[in-house]
């Protein structure tokens, strides 16, 4: 007898458990399809597409070698003239520009490029300029205005920092969610708080103190807080609004969108749209820029990423205080 896989409700395919599971199952594939095809068009191919360069000398705007660079880059450079090589350095350390291209009397080259502003750019003007020099047998020297420690080959180190503070806030927020039930709304924030100052100092110390990466200490804790901070508050705000479903708007945020736009792995100038424009406005960008910028660039710092950084925070915090009140519960309630 051949055996029948029902049951008194009907067929085993209808029943609420595997419907359920089947659901999951095809969202996490498309997830992940959607995750790698991301990753790979804005991280795999890192291609000039807004890299501001500064150009210095006489006749520097129709010099061969920059006509050259520029064909080298697809066309992807920004140039902007200086009228000094101080003006246009200064530029570069305030973040404003990657590079400088020094025209010299007798038709030679000084290329000055920053490690430190992202280590993808100094890559692809390496390449770029390798391919123009060739091209115009310039004679061409080249300096790294702002080169990276050892310590921090890759200029990788506040990138890693931030995927471990956004990881720690939104799965501490689930977990607060799962295993704190019932917690007043009063004290998920109180207990929140103090997942953003210790796992920021664990992380920090874990890095800093252990691994001496050249990050201040103070300031990578702030930060790091505050993105925990951020990432926790959305992820409970999207578990009280559509419950079990919140890791996907937070996955996105975060992971998919946040990630990949952060300039930490591929500067944003190499990134198509609307990644490039979207690391100036999303907390992962600006955790990046200002660790960045307190590392290699601490005389010339702005408050630009760290304005976007609080405002987040606080955002977020006072979204899910309404959400709670509207919804009269707490993030973990019972």
Same mark, same amino acid.
């Given at each position: 007898?051949?055996?029948?896989?029902?049951?008194?409700?009907?067929?085993?395919?209808r029943?609420?458990?595997?419907?359920?599971?089947?659901?999951?199952?095809?969202?996490?594939?498309?997830?992940?399809?959607?995750?790698?095809?991301?990753?790979?068009?804005?991280?795999?191919r890192?291609?000039?597409?807004?890299?501001?360069?500064?150009?210095?000398?006489?006749?520097?705007?129709?010099?061969?070698?920059?006509?050259?660079?520029?064909?080298?880059?697809?066309?992807?450079?920004?140039?902007?003239?200086?009228?000094?090589?101080?003006?246009?350095?200064?530029?570069?350390?305030?973040?404003?520009?990657?590079?400088?291209?020094?025209?010299?009397?007798?038709?030679?080259?000084?290329?000055?490029?920053?490690?430190?502003?992202?280590?993808?750019?100094?890559?692809?003007?390496?390449?770029?300029?390798?391919?123009?020099?060739?091209?115009?047998?310039?004679?061409?020297?080249?300096r790294?205005?702002?080169?990276?420690?050892?310590?921090?080959?890759?200029?990788?180190?506040?990138?890693?920092?931030?995927i471990?503070?956004?990881?720690?806030?939104?799965?501490?927020?689930?977990?607060?969610?799962?295993?704190?039930?019932?917690?007043?709304?009063?004290?998920?924030?109180?207990?929140?708080?103090?997942?953003a100052?210790?796992?920021?100092? %664990?992380?920090? *110390? !874990? &890095?800093?103190?252990? =691994?001496?990466?050249?990050?201040p200490? #103070?300031? $990578? @804790?702030?930060?790091?807080?505050?993105?925990?901070?951020?990432a %926790?508050?959305? *992820? !409970? &705000?999207?578990?009280? =609004?559509?419950?079990?479903?919140?890791? #996907?708007p $937070? @996955?996105?945020?975060?992971?998919?969108?946040?990630?990949?736009?952060?300039?930490? *792995?591929?500067?944003?100038?190499?990134l198509?749209?609307?990644?490039?424009? #979207?690391?100036? @406005?999303?907390?992962?960008?600006?955790?990046?820029?200002?660790?960045?910028?307190? *590392?290699?660039?601490?005389?010339?710092?702005?408050?630009?990423?760290?304005?976007?950084?609080?405002?987040?925070?606080?955002?977020?915090?006072?979204?899910?205080?309404?959400?709670?009140?509207?919804?009269?519960?707490?993030?973990?309630?019972?």
């Amino acid at each position: 007898m051949t055996a029948r896989h029902s049951t008194a409700e009907g067929p085993l395919w209808r029943e609420a458990p595997l419907r359920s599971a089947a659901v999951v199952i095809v969202v996490a594939a498309l997830m992940g399809a959607l995750f790698a095809s991301l990753y790979l068009d804005a991280l795999g191919r890192p291609t000039a597409r807004a890299l501001a360069v500064g150009v210095v000398g006489p006749g520097a705007q129709s010099n061969a070698y920059l006509r050259a660079l520029d064909e080298a880059t697809s066309h992807g450079l920004v140039v902007t003239e200086f009228t000094s090589v101080a003006e246009a350095e200064r530029a570069v350390a305030l973040q404003e520009q990657y590079a400088v291209v020094q025209v010299q009397a007798g038709g030679s080259v000084v290329l000055g490029t920053s490690s430190a502003s992202g280590s993808s750019v100094a890559r692809v003007l390496a390449q770029a300029s390798a391919q123009a020099q060739e091209r115009t047998g310039t004679r061409l020297t080249t300096r790294d205005l702002h080169p990276l420690p050892a310590a921090d080959p890759s200029g990788l180190s506040a990138f890693y920092v931030t995927i471990a503070a956004t990881i720690v806030g939104f799965v501490g927020a689930f977990q607060l969610r799962v295993n704190a039930k019932p917690l007043s709304l009063t004290a998920w924030l109180v207990c929140t708080a103090a997942l953003a100052a210790l796992g920021g100092l %664990a992380i920090v *110390a !874990a &890095t800093v103190g252990l =691994l001496d990466l050249p990050l201040p200490f #103070l300031e $990578t @804790w702030w930060a790091l807080g505050l993105q925990m901070v951020t990432a %926790a508050s959305f *992820a !409970a &705000t999207m578990s009280v =609004l559509i419950g079990r479903w919140a890791l #996907l708007p $937070t @996955w996105a945020l975060f992971i998919l969108l946040g990630n990949t736009s952060s300039g930490g *792995a591929v500067s944003p100038a190499l990134l198509p749209q609307p990644f490039g424009f #979207l690391h100036h @406005w999303l907390p992962s960008g600006a955790t990046v820029s200002a660790l960045r910028a307190a *590392a290699y660039f601490p005389e010339t710092e702005r408050w630009g990423p760290r304005l976007v950084l609080l405002g987040w925070a606080v955002l977020t915090v006072v979204a899910l205080v309404l959400v709670c009140r509207w919804k009269r519960t707490s993030p973990a309630a019972a």
